[in-house]
């Protein structure tokens, strides 16, 4: 919106009305109390991954065969496990894995997702139905952690791999509600009146659709991203993602596995925080919808 | 712009020759696609300067006819010659051009307008777009614009939720009149609206209609609307044109059979006991058309004749037509 | 008001009733009364926002959560209905007072055929079997007009038309033979020639089972159709009440005359239709004085500020203050345009031209 000298009325300041849209979408977010819980976990857990270094006890590979396998206690809170590690500080930099895992794989399925989504479902059209739908259907068909697994495997282990393998395993549920949405909103009468106002396709697809399907994409990204932490939890305890000594979350959980009767905290810990992680990017998400949804006022 | 002067103008604005809009309906495995004829086979003129209103009830392809002018919907086939030139031909940036001449105004206030874009977003874009003024003077352009429909230049930087049904109906106007048209296509512009806002953008349309030389074809299913605001009618049924004449020649001696049903259905204020003629039963689905006559299965003068042979849309007298084989 | 000593098959006092939102209670109703006499017509007519449903949902007992009935009394065939239980409510409604809405699509469940379910809304409230409430639903098809009623029964909603949706939900509401039928919107959603059948209908229906109609409606044709008595309310309020005839001919409201004269007629040519300026206000926005003096042409000064009582004739009460010895007393308003952003017509002081 470019301002013009000989302008008959000027703007008014307290109109602007994308401030106005953002402060009552905040105080709509604000007045959703299980939002802002998982709001607030969410950002602590982003905050932890951070400064992981600053707020670890110890050092997360440092093995101390002195202390191997003990119970939470004053010096090592959560406990330590087999190798006589310090679980808190392993937890706490397994944060850093974890978050990376889910945003970054989500970031991909994003990246990927998002224009074909925006292009299949606006042209439509023989690739549309028999090719990207097609292998859609084909990768969905196959349970997610198969088909990460299968490409992680491929790819090699490693934890970028395993991010790479995961958002390909996220993309087509991208494409599918991407497309959905286009596909609802082409045929709505004010895309047909930007079209019959001689508006570009490209334009039409940018400005007008893409701002209207944020809502969901934003909630099925917040999904994913809780999806992605286990599927990435998962390789890891298969072996496929972080190697180690460096912790994860999954890769701590496998360990862990084998104690669960003399040892349980090895595994507690970090699946409780999983457990959290996931719940409160998901309630968060939840949030996030509602708040932009623009038919509440 | 009355009637008489109309009929001395020669000019056509727009001119329709066998239009026709089929869809295609179910199909899969074991299941015949179905053709639902939306349009079927439409002839007739927009002369420059009129108001042309369309009306019928619901399901007799008057919105699809709007939109295949506009070739918002592809013709299944027929000609649309706008100033002489066939306009079905044109694709891409050529038809990107000519929009510019004709606009449409949709029925739902709610849903024409984009909810996440300002007012001015949304007017500046397509002012840009055709580049109607120079880029300093969009904002100015646009706000007064909003003015001459009846809306404050604050509108400018208002969401579409902002508004009233009726100021967002404004907004369309306004988002229509932003390119300089020539024709606007009114489908159902004024039926989501309550009676004295109605009033309101009628008196709006007819004003700017003056002042900007616009032609109009303005579609809708209440009659005693389109009576009031055009200059010639057409009556579709299941998606033909039944009748074809001067406003005033309509509503005084209706033609069709069909159009005197409708017109008797309309609930008079000012009358209190009037002879109706009722119809029987239901439309029937344009999937399945009947035979001959389509008006034939709910015709009070049907005979076997009218089942068998379709009438044509002819001239019953000067300037007045209508497709009955029994017509006075 | 109105001669109380003949008895009504509904009476309602006063009426409040409006809605909680996070902090306070926003009043739409204010003070609406009305009576229908058994085997008559009532029509309450009026714009979006005007609190039309609201009223039918009152008197029904289905307001939303959120909504409440604040003052007033609902008395069918002198019972109140503001304070019976839902158990009670439940059993009076479909059974003596039915409804029928304006979508009847949205009514009817898609996955069971039209019998079925009116047959299960027979057997609630009568005691029959399966086979006789079957039976019960084929006399009702016969009677709203519903061509082979043996065979349609099995029919599922979406296979019917929109005006034989209407006929079955008629159906449905008549099954038990209510003494009061509300109708909210039943022909908007319609085209002209079947809203024409369906209007008969109802008035033949009226005709031969001596029931009582309330009709909701935003259409004066409609009203002109069906109406004995007309409540026409703006904002919340009822703003006049007559018989429909003297509605028309004799309209007093400055409101309802601007509705009436913003209609475009079939008769004659107009150029420019005479139009209310402005909208209706919001609900927190409302006038303190008369709900309707933003929009009012005639509006003196004391109607910004005081709220009329209904005056007039006790057969054709208006709110009002033209019609008040005050009137003529009143300081004339000077003010020009008022604050109303809406509209572009400018109205001078004539009335309802412009």
């Not at chain 2, 066939?86 to 001449?101: E, F, P, T, V, Y």
């Not at chain 2, 049903?261 to 439309?283: C, H, W, Y």
């Not at chain 3, 349609?152 to 038990?176: D, F, K, T, W």
Request: proline share 5%.
């Amino acid at each position: 919106m470019e301002q013009s000298q000989n302008l008959s009325v000027q703007k008014p300041k307290a109109q602007n009305p994308r401030l106005r849209m953002l402060k009552t979408m905040l105080e709509r977010l604000l007045q959703n109390k299980l939002a802002v819980f998982g709001g607030v976990v969410t950002f602590l857990l982003i905050f932890t991954a951070i400064f992981a270094p600053w707020l670890a006890p110890h050092d997360p590979t440092e093995q101390n065969y002195s202390a191997v396998l003990q119970a939470p206690s004053i010096e090592y809170w959560f406990g330590t496990d087999n190798l006589g590690r310090d679980i808190f500080s392993r937890v706490i930099y397994g944060a850093q894995v974890s978050l990376q895992a889910g945003l970054i794989s989500v970031g991909i399925a994003l990246i990927i997702g998002v224009p074909v989504g925006l292009i299949s479902g606006y042209y439509r059209g023989f690739i549309d139905e028999y090719i990207i739908m097609r292998m859609t259907d084909a990768m969905l068909s196959i349970p997610a952690l198969v088909l990460a697994l299968a490409l992680a495997a491929v790819l090699g282990a490693g934890l970028t791999n395993a991010m790479i393998a995961i958002g390909l395993v996220l993309t087509p549920n991208f494409v599918r509600l991407i497309r959905g949405e286009v596909l609802a909103h082409r045929e709505k009468e004010y895309v047909e009146a930007g079209k019959a106002s001689g508006i570009s396709d490209f334009s039409i697809i940018l400005k007008h659709i893409l701002p209207n399907t944020i809502a969901p994409i934003m909630v099925q990204a917040t999904l994913a991203i809780a999806a992605a932490i286990i599927v990435e939890a998962s390789l890891s305890y298969l072996g496929l993602g972080t190697q180690p000594p460096n912790p994860s979350w999954g890769s701590m959980l496998a360990t862990g596995q084998g104690y669960l009767d003399s040892a349980p905290w090895i595994a507690l810990f970090p699946g409780a925080l999983i457990f959290i992680t996931v719940i409160s990017i998901n309630l968060f998400g939840d949030g996030i919808r509602d708040m932009l949804d623009p038919k509440m006022k | 712009m009355t009637t008489a002067q109309v009929k001395q103008s020669t000019d056509n604005l727009l001119e329709i020759k066998g239009l026709k809009k089929y869809f295609e309906v179910g199909g899969g495995l074991f299941k015949q696609k179905q053709q639902v004829k939306a349009v079927d086979d439409l002839t007739f003129n927009v002369k420059k300067g009129e108001t042309l209103g369309i009306v019928g009830e619901s399901g007799c392809g008057k919105s699809t006819m709007g939109r295949a002018l506009l070739q918002l919907q592809k013709p299944t086939s027929g000609e649309v010659f706008y100033e002489g030139q066939d306009i079905a031909q044109l694709s891409g940036k050529q038809l990107r051009k000519l929009r510019k001449d004709i606009q449409i105004i949709f029925q739902d206030p709610f849903a024409s307008l984009n909810p996440r874009m300002t007012v001015g977003a949304m007017l500046t874009e397509i002012v840009a777009t055709h580049e109607i003024v120079p880029k300093k003077e969009r904002q100015s352009y646009v706000q007064n614009l909003l003015e001459e429909v009846g809306l404050k230049a604050e509108a400018y930087w208002k969401y579409p939720h902002e508004f009233s049904g009726g100021q967002r109906q404004r907004v369309s106007i306004a988002r229509a009149l932003a390119v300089q048209p020539k024709l606007i296509i009114c489908d159902e512009a004024v039926s989501a609206l309550d009676v004295s806002v109605q009033a309101q953008v009628l008196n709006l349309l007819q004003k700017l209609k003056r002042k900007h030389q616009l032609t109009y074809i303005f579609i809708s299913h209440d009659l005693s609307v389109v009576k009031h605001i055009s200059d010639r009618v057409g009556v579709m049924y299941l998606g033909k044109m039944v009748e074809l004449a001067d406003e005033d020649s309509i509503y005084e001696k209706p033609a069709h059979p069909y159009t005197q049903a409708l017109f008797s259905a309309i609930p008079d204020i000012t009358e209190d006991n009037k002879e109706r003629i009722q119809l029987k039963g239901d439309v029937p689905s344009p999937l399945n058309v009947p035979s001959g006559c389509r008006f034939h299965t709910r015709c009070p003068l049907a005979t076997e004749y009218c089942k068998q042979v379709d009438p044509a849309l002819e001239e019953v007298k000067e300037d007045h037509l209508a497709a009955c084989h029994y017509t006075a | 008001m109105k001669n109380t000593s003949e008895e009504y098959q509904l009476q309602v006092r006063g009426l409040e009733v409006g809605f909680n939102n996070k902090k306070n209670f926003t009043q739409i109703l204010n003070g609406v009364s009305f009576n229908v006499q058994k085997g008559e017509t009532l029509c309450i007519v009026g714009e979006s926002g005007c609190g039309k449903s609201l009223t039918s949902l009152s008197i029904m007992g289905l307001l939303p959560e959120s909504g409440g009935i604040r003052s007033g009394e609902i008395r069918f065939e002198g019972q109140d209905l503001t304070n019976q239980s839902m158990k009670e409510m439940s059993k009076i409604r479909g059974n003596e007072i039915s409804m029928i809405f304006q979508e009847p699509m949205t009514s009817l469940n898609p996955v069971h055929t039209v019998g079925k379910q009116i047959a299960e809304a027979v057997r609630i409230h009568r005691n029959v079997t399966k086979k006789e409430a079957y039976e019960r639903v084929v006399e009702m098809f016969e009677l709203v007009g519903i061509p082979s009623p043996r065979e349609r029964v099995h029919n599922y909603p979406h296979e019917m038309s929109g005006g034989m949706r209407q006929r079955v939900m008629i159906a449905m509401a008549l099954a038990c033979n209510p003494k009061l039928l509300i109708a909210d919107e039943p022909t908007t959603a319609l085209d002209v020639t079947i809203q024409a059948q369906i209007l008969d209908l109802l008035n033949e229906l009226k005709a031969d089972l001596d029931m009582s109609i309330v009709m909701i409606t935003h259409d004066l044709g409609v009203v002109s159709e069906m109406g004995d008595q007309v409540l026409v309310m703006y904002a919340g309020e009822v703003i006049e009440y007559t018989d429909s005839r003297s509605l028309f001919d004799n309209p007093k409201h400055p409101y309802t005359q601007g509705l009436i004269e913003s209609i475009p007629k079939l008769q004659g040519k107009t150029e420019e239709l005479p139009v209310i300026k402005g909208s209706v206000p919001n609900p927190d926005e409302m006038p303190s004085g008369c709900r309707f003096s933003t929009r009012c042409a005639f509006a003196k000064q004391e109607c910004f500020v005081q709220s009329p009582e209904e005056v007039g004739t006790e057969d054709h009460p208006v709110r009002c203050w033209m019609y008040s010895g005050e009137w003529q007393k009143m300081t004339p308003f000077e003010g020009g345009e008022s604050n109303d952003n809406s509209s572009s017509e400018a109205v001078d002081r004539q009335p309802i031209r412009d």
